[in-house]
C-alpha cells in the first residue's frame, strides 16, 4: 500500500521545455489535487479533481494543465516551463467523506 | 483571495516548555479548520482537527474562535521532535475544494 506516490522526485528544465508530473493513489480516493509550494507564500491550490474524467481550476493554474483519465492517476503538465514555475509540487487526495488530504513526497522542480 | 495568516517565527523553544501559536482566517464562511505539519523538505501531514469546543491530543490543544475568526495551538511538554513548521489550514467545507493554507509558523525545540 503505497499510499500517494509522485513521479519525479526531482527535475531540471530549460525554459520552454514541457513535462509531465505524475500523481498515482491506491487509496481509491475521488478528489485529487495539485498545489505549489514557494519560499514565503504556502502551499497554493493549481487544479483539481473531483473524479475520473473531470478537472477544475484553483487558485494559480496559469501556465498548467492537468488530466484525470484514470481514477487513480492525476496527471499536471506545463507546456513551456518559465522560471517562475521553479516549485515544489505536492499532489494530494482526499476521499468523499473527510476533509483530510493526504498528500505526496513532493517533486522539486527547477527551471533554469 | 481567501487569507489565513500565521507568524512565521522561528520560535526557540526550550525542551519541555509550552509554546503557543495563533492564526487568524479572513473568511467567515470558512467550516473546517486543522493544524497540519510539516518537516523540512516533506510533505504535509494532518497533525489535528480544530473544533469548535476544542479539542486535545496527547500534548497538542486546538482551540477555535469564530468570532474572532482565529484558531490557535498549544503544545505542552515540548518534545525534540516537535521541531517542524506548523501549518494552520481552513476549508470552505463545499467537498471537493481544495484547502487554504497559512505560510507556517517554523518551532526550534533547543535541548
Known amino acids: 500500500n503505497a499510499g500517494v506516490t509522485q513521479t519525479p522526485k526531482f527535475r531540471v528544465l530549460k525554459t520552454g521545455q514541457s513535462m509531465t508530473l505524475l500523481c498515482a493513489q491506491d487509496m481509491n480516493h475521488e478528489y485529487m489535487y495539485w498545489y505549489r509550494q514557494d519560499p514565503g507564500m504556502g502551499l497554493r491550490l493549481i487544479h483539481y479533481s473531483v473524479g475520473e474524467g473531470t478537472t477544475a481550476k484553483g487558485e494559480v493554474p496559469d501556465g498548467y494543465n492537468v488530466s484525470r483519465l484514470k481514477k487513480q492517476n492525476f496527471l499536471l503538465g506545463l507546456e513551456s516551463a518559465a522560471p517562475s514555475q521553479t516549485s515544489v509540487y505536492f499532489c494530494a487526495t482526499k476521499p468523499v467523506e473527510s476533509y483530510e488530504q493526504y498528500f505526496g513526497p513532493g517533486t522539486r522542480l527547477t527551471v533554469t | 483571495r481567501k487569507e489565513v495568516e500565521q507568524d512565521p517565527g522561528p520560535f526557540n523553544v526550550p525542551e519541555g516548555a509550552t509554546v503557543a501559536f495563533n492564526c487568524t482566517y479572513s473568511?467567515?464562511?470558512?467550516?473546517?479548520f486543522f493544524w497540519y505539519r510539516q518537516d523540512c523538505r516533506k510533505e504535509p501531514k494532518l497533525l489535528m482537527s480544530?473544533?469548535?469546543s476544542g479539542n486535545e491530543d496527547g500534548r497538542f490543544t486546538a482551540q477555535l474562535n469564530r468570532a474572532s475568526q482565529y484558531i490557535s495551538l498549544l503544545i505542552r511538554d515540548s518534545k525534540l521532535s516537535d521541531s517542524a513548521t506548523y501549518l494552520c489550514v481552513v476549508t470552505d467545507g463545499g467537498g471537493a475544494d481544495g484547502l487554504t493554507f497559512g505560510k507556517g509558523t517554523h518551532l526550534i525545540i533547543q535541548p
Open positions: 473568511n467567515s464562511a470558512s467550516q473546517s
Open positions: 480544530v473544533y469548535s
